[in-house]
């Protein structure tokens, strides 16, 4: 379709994707730290050359799991957090991946209806603790109420 279609397609990010994925997080008070070295496992949403919605995952390949960050999404367009999310489990299962983790503040119900259970700093395994997300939230949890979740993923 040609510009203006208003159609939303779904890519691998680049490096050069950073500042408007940067602007986007922040837009939504996300953080951006240490998005370029996960750069390969985020995808991108783009409408009319715009970007509208991104994420991706931190992968740790030594417990098999990922953790799933910098989703974004613009609310009023439906639906495309739904994709970026699946394109996150499609992904997450090309690596191999069983397990996925998250941190949440404010879309915990979002999450809920795509299989994560609500979990605890204690479920994240050795590897995982690594994240700088986990590391804040250990600090920073509970004055920020950040929600940790967690799903198994099929073989
Ligand atoms: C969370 C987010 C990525 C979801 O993207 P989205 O495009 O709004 O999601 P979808 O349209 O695919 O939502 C699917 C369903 O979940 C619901 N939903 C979406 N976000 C929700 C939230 N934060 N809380 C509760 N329900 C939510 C939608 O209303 C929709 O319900 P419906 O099918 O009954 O209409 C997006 O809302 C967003 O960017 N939020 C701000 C940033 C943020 O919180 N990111 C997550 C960081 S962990």
Do not use: N
């Not at 404010?106 to 994240?131: H, I, M, N, V």
Request: glycine share 10%; with cysteine; hydrophobic share 45%.
């Amino acid at each position: 379709m040609g510009q203006g279609s208003g159609e939303i397609t779904l890519r691998p990010a680049t490096l050069e994707d950073l500042p408007a994925i940067e602007a986007l997080l922040a837009s939504y008070r996300l953080p951006s730290v240490e998005l370029d070295r996960w750069i390969e496992h985020v995808v991108v949403a783009k409408s009319d050359g715009r970007l509208v919605g991104c994420g991706g995952l931190e992968v740790y390949p030594e417990d098999a799991c990922g953790l799933v960050r910098s989703m974004a999404a613009e609310e009023r367009l439906g639906g495309l957090g739904t994709r970026i999310l699946e394109w996150a489990f499609g992904h997450a299962h090309e690596l191999g991946l069983t397990r996925l983790f998250l941190f949440t503040v404010g879309a915990r119900e979002f999450y809920l209806r795509f299989g994560f259970e609500d979990a605890t700093l204690d479920d994240f395994p050795p590897s995982a603790r690594a994240s700088f997300q986990y590391r804040f939230v250990a600090e920073h949890g509970d004055e920020w109420d950040i929600k940790a979740m967690a799903r198994d993923l099929e073989a």
